[in-house]
């Protein structure tokens, strides 16, 4: 699990430095909706709408914000988005990839490799760098939920295939095919998960001088900020300085 708790502080930094509350509930509005208009708009029914819902709720956003969003699924003025995956190589030759919804390609395409040049960075091709990274399902309870033991127990029972234990939370790692299934059983010993999604996580990390990280944490925090791009991914590690200096 080299640079897992980098890759963890790097994945977090949205959340906690997003102060534009507004716009991080839009984009989780744009999951649900886009959730809710592929499957049934039940979260029982619809595992990936159950998903977004749990993000949404992380983020005490209001239920009457997440049931509009799931009604306006089978409206007929419901936007069409599109479900895109961008990679490139940022500052140092480190791989990134972003998963996009958007509503105009043209325009999330020209911004995202404006972003990448900008920073000395650039877009690559569908595939490039993400043989880099596994896709992973990853359930995440609160650390005052259960024990470390509990929780590794219940997890190598459900079938997961790694468990990483922390001073503020417990993060259970399952296959793509194997983790709703894993989410569930662990849902009915532990409760609702905090998190419960696919994710893209680095294969290993390479570590990058505070210069250069600087630049890669600028770059990401623009393709965050970016209304289209939903998540992204990097293989890379900061010093514990610089993350303190950035207030990471």
């Known amino acids: 699990m080299a640079g897992h708790s980098q890759f963890k502080n790097i994945m977090h930094r949205k959340g906690r430095q997003d102060a534009q509350k507004s716009k991080l509930f839009s984009k989780l509005a744009r999951e649900i909706t886009v959730a809710a208009k592929l499957g049934a708009p039940d979260p029982g029914m619809n595992a990936r709408l159950r998903a977004a819902m749990i993000a949404a709720r992380a983020e005490n956003m209001p239920k009457d914000n997440i049931e509009r969003a799931i009604k306006k699924a089978s409206g007929n003025d419901a936007e069409s988005y599109d479900e895109l995956r961008y990679e490139g190589y940022g500052p140092g030759g480190v791989a990134v990839i972003m998963e996009v919804l958007t509503d105009n390609r043209n325009r999330a395409a020209s911004d995202i490799r404006s972003?990448?040049?900008?920073?000395?960075?650039?877009?690559?091709?569908?595939?490039?760098?993400?043989?880099?990274?596994?896709?992973?399902?990853?359930?995440?309870?609160?650390?005052?939920?259960?024990?470390?033991?509990?929780?590794?127990?219940?997890?190598?029972?459900?079938?997961a295939d790694d468990v990483v234990s922390g001073e503020g939370s417990h993060e259970i790692y399952a296959?793509?095919?194997?983790?709703?299934?894993?989410?569930?059983?662990?849902?009915?010993?532990?409760?609702?998960?905090?998190?419960?999604?696919?994710?893209?996580?680095?294969?290993?990390?390479?570590?990058?001088?505070?210069?250069?990280?600087?630049?890669?944490?600028?770059?990401?925090?623009?393709?965050?900020?970016?209304?289209?791009?939903?998540?992204?991914?990097?293989?890379f590690e900061v010093s514990d300085a610089l993350m303190a200096k950035l207030g990471g």
């Open 115 to 159: 972003y990448f040049t900008k920073s000395g960075g650039n877009l690559g091709e569908t595939g490039s760098v993400s043989f880099m990274f596994d896709r992973l399902g990853v359930i995440e309870y609160d650390a005052d939920k259960a024990s470390a033991d509990d929780i590794l127990e219940a997890a190598v029972e459900a079938g």
């Open 175 to 235: 296959s793509q095919e194997t983790f709703r299934d894993v989410a569930k059983a662990l849902e009915g010993k532990f409760g609702e998960a905090r998190k419960v999604a696919l994710i893209w996580k680095p294969q290993n990390t390479v570590a990058v001088d505070d210069a250069t990280g600087e630049k890669l944490l600028k770059l990401i925090d623009l393709l965050n900020e970016h209304d289209d791009v939903q998540n992204v991914y990097a293989n």
